[in-house]
């Protein structure tokens, strides 16, 4: 089945980013001229994704107006002779058919990937987070749907880190059955670094089968008092079997300031317009 659907949970506050983000959701800070969800959506509506859900909470009205019509700002444009430019914003409100759910209550990813169960219905989908960024060839998803076209199971996005950063991640137990790709035996969630059964962490792109949605439902608060989805999914593993993806790309996380950083600089040295300038601002600041 090729899977059309996406979810994106967007509810979380962004704490890392404060004061930025006391009234601008984390989602919407600009990475040069597009805020960084919008980055997440291009990725996922190249990879085929045609609908997606974005599961928000209070404050992250900013959203669903970045990706509705603006007639008015459309309308602006073209009597300023700036077709190119209402085009551009046009062309964010048709990307994909958008749709919008409340996560009333802050209770971690696996509770927000539930609050999806109603959209999904019984077709397999796939969740991407708005903060990680990831430049690569063939988008990341894309490469995660051809994992999961090959072997139908459920397929997770892994990136190896420095085992002294795996605590921050959750991480999987996995045999190699090709390049890249892995049969995955056992998750932890943020384990200790003498218990992480490996560098492999789970990074913030997954397809997952509805068959996840009755343990969510039934699952306890796990670490951090929140539902978490690797526990889920680790049940899920006792009768799906799941399969890892090691992407290639540079994946940025944008929820951290230095990995902000990283990203904006990366993009704007691959912008022409602004690539010779900005590397001549760097060598006068590092000289």
């Not at 890392?16 to 959506?41: N, W």
């Not at 994704?49 to 970045?66: C, Y």
């Not at 989805?229 to 799906?240: F, M, Q, V, Y």
């Amino acid at each position: 089945m090729k899977i059309k659907k996406a979810v994106f949970p967007v509810a979380g506050m962004g704490t890392r980013f404060l004061p930025a983000t006391k009234a601008s959701p984390k989602e919407m800070l600009p990475l040069i001229d597009k805020p960084l969800v919008q980055y997440v959506v291009e990725e996922a509506v190249a990879s085929g994704i045609e609908q997606i859900l974005f599961v928000t909470g209070r404050g992250k009205r900013a959203i669903e107006d970045h990706f509705d019509i603006a007639f008015e700002l459309e309308s602006v444009l073209n009597e300023k002779g700036k077709s190119h430019e209402a085009e551009e914003v046009r062309n964010i409100a048709d990307m994909a058919s958008m749709f919008y759910v409340r996560q009333k209550q802050a209770l971690g990813l696996g509770h927000a990937i539930l609050c999806a169960r109603e959209f999904v219905g019984d077709e397999p989908f796939a969740v991407l987070l708005g903060d990680d960024i990831i430049d690569a060839g063939q988008p990341c998803l894309g490469q995660l749907l051809d994992v999961f076209e090959r072997h139908g199971g459920p397929v997770l996005a892994l990136e190896q880190v420095p085992m002294e950063n795996i605590s921050a991640y959750g991480c999987v137990k996995a045999n190699m059955l090709s390049e890249g790709v892995y049969q995955v035996t056992d998750l932890v969630e943020k384990p200790k670094r003498e218990d992480a059964p490996s560098d492999l962490a789970i990074i913030g792109r997954y397809v997952l089968t509805p068959g996840i949605f009755p343990i969510l439902e039934s699952q306890e608060p796990g670490k951090g008092g929140e539902i978490q989805l690797t526990d889920a999914i680790r049940k899920l593993s006792g009768g799906e079997e799941i399969y890892g993806c090691r992407f290639d790309g540079t994946r940025y996380d944008c929820g951290d300031k230095l990995g902000f950083l990283k990203a904006t600089v990366d993009m704007a040295l691959k912008r022409k317009e602004i690539k010779e300038e900005f590397v001549q601002f760097l060598r006068a600041k590092i000289a």
